[in-house]
Structure formats: structure tokens, C-alpha cells
T-cell receptor, first 115, second 112 residues
């Protein structure tokens, strides 16, 4: 298996533009997570899905952020409009089950820079 | 999830053992202890987890105190590739929360 795939790996955009980050989870995994990492706040959960349904989006910072999972093999995280404070590394992770013993597999991340 | 405390940084020499401590004095009886690490410019990766007994796998060993208020991740022979941030995370059995809650972790430096 190729692992969790994220695209693009790097994104540079200007303030006000729409940004779409993409994630392909590991085949067969039923949980998908979006995390964000910054120097100030560390790694924090934004939202997670179970069987393509959003379960907890309490970490989504504002209405400018939205996430979808139209099918089991694809998810997007969209920021519209983007702001400089959204600059961060965004990670997607997937797991089989959500139990406390279930390993999460992380993608390589998308480094977003908003100018 | 209960809170964990780890040193901000540690240093090790290559090919020597490394003991990374984690305090979790408020751990509940149903919390699993997980360790993840994040290599530079990569996503976190799972290392090991345990509940009460010591655990070994190909990457590391996990030693859990008898009262479970602390644990130690042991890398038996550190390599340069082991330089990373190591996170100690508690997860409630049954997983009322599916996500991982990351603290600041311990940044491990390995000297050749």
C-alpha cells in the first residue's frame, strides 16, 4: 500500500484565494482525520470522519474552513478565503477503527503558505 | 484524555540506548499509553503502545511503571534516523475520541 497520499505537498497562495487540500486514505480504513501543525499551537485536530460522515468538526477554526469526504477514498479540506494565519502544515491521517489501540497512519502533509 | 508531561529535549549518542520518560500521574484505568514520533518534515508515525505490561516491538520497548503514573520509551540502539520529536499520548479504552491529542513532545537529537 502506498500509505496516505496528500496533495499538493506545497502550496503558496495569496490572501483571499481559495485553497483546496486533498487526501487519499489507506484503502479499507474507515476513519479519516485532518490535523494542522503550527509552531505556536503544535498538532491539533480539525475534523474527523467515520465511513465518510463527519463526526467531530469542533476543531475547525472558522466558517472559512470546510471538509468533505465524498467517498471512502477521497477527502478535501477547503479554505475560502485564505488568510496568512492559515499558514501551517496540514496532515491527513487514516485508521481502521477508532479504538484506543488503533494506529493512525499519517500522510506526508501539505505545507501551506498564505502571503 | 489525561495529560502527559515530557522533557522538551534530550540528546543521545549514536548506537547507545535512549530512555525517553513520560509522566502521566492522572492516568485512568482505561487509558492506553501510546507513543508516536515525527521525523523532520514528515507526518507522525506510530511507535508503540501498552496498557499495563511492558511491550516490545521492532522499533522500541515500552516500560510502564507498576502504578502506571509514568512510562519510558526505550530505543535500544539510537541511530541518526531516530532523531525526531517523540510524543507520549494517552487514549481512553474504547476511544470515545477517535483523534490523538498531541502535546509538545520530546525532541531527541542523536550525535554521531
Amino acid at each position: 500500500d502506498a500509505g496516505v497520499i496528500q496533495s499538493p505537498r506545497h502550496e503558496v497562495t495569496e490572501m483571499g484565494q481559495e485553497v483546496t487540500l486533498r487526501c487519499k486514505p489507506i484503502s479499507g480504513h474507515d476513519y479519516l482525520f485532518w490535523y494542522r501543525q503550527t509552531m505556536m499551537r503544535g498538532l491539533e485536530l480539525l475534523i474527523y470522519f467515520n465511513n465518510n460522515v463527519p463526526i467531530d468538526d469542533s476543531g475547525m477554526p472558522e466558517d472559512r474552513f470546510s471538509a468533505k469526504m465524498p467517498n471512502a477514498s477521497f477527502s478535501t479540506l477547503k479554505i475560502q478565503p485564505s488568510e496568512p494565519r492559515d499558514s501551517a502544515v496540514y496532515f491527513c491521517a487514516s485508521s481502521l477503527g477508532r479504538g484506543s489501540y488503533n494506529e493512525q497512519f499519517f500522510g506526508p502533509g501539505t505545507r501551506l503558505t498564505v502571503l | 484524555d489525561a495529560k502527559t508531561t515530557q522533557p522538551n529535549s534530550m540528546e543521545s549518542n549514536e548506537e547507545e540506548p535512549v530512555h525517553l520518560p513520560c509522566n502521566h500521574s492522572t492516568i485512568s484505568g482505561t487509558d492506553y499509553i501510546h507513543w508516536y514520533r515525527q521525523l523532520p518534515s514528515q507526518g507522525p508515525e506510530y511507535v508503540i503502545h501498552g496498557l499495563t505490561s511492558n511491550v516490545n516491538n521492532r522499533m522500541a520497548s515500552l516500560a510502564i511503571a507498576e502504578d502506571r503514573k509514568s512510562s519510558t520509551l526505550i530505543l535500544h540502539r539510537a541511530t541518526l534516523r531516530d532523531a525526531a520529536v517523540y510524543y507520549c499520548i494517552l487514549r481512553d479504552y474504547g476511544g470515545s475520541q477517535g483523534n490523538l491529542i498531541f502535546g509538545k513532545g520530546t525532541k531527541l537529537s542523536v550525535k554521531p
